[in-house]
């Protein structure tokens, strides 16, 4: 198995990792996610996931860009209400 190998393809990061089962008792389809674990487990390719670091980045650059907006939008009422 590949334990925390990173490589770049189609411009976006992907995690190879081992894949532990998981147990999925309350699954509908029980058959296809055995076969989906059993095939995680053999490629040990995991989907790629968001890292807290890339969450964290997202979350400044909206609260930046809201700020930025809030300020716009304050400074057109401001406008709006001085040429009334």
Do not use: C
């Amino acid at each position: 198995m590949v334990a925390d190998l990173k490589f770049w393809a189609t411009g976006f990061e992907l995690q190879l990792m081992s894949v532990p089962p998981v147990s999925n008792s309350h699954s509908q389809s029980a058959p296809s996610a055995r076969a989906e674990n059993l095939e995680f487990r053999r490629t040990g390719v995991l989907p790629p996931r968001q890292t807290s670091q890339e969450r964290y980045e997202q979350r400044v650059f909206l609260n930046i860009f809201l700020g930025i907006l809030g300020i716009f939008l304050l400074a057109l009422a401001f406008i709006f209400v001085l040429r009334t």
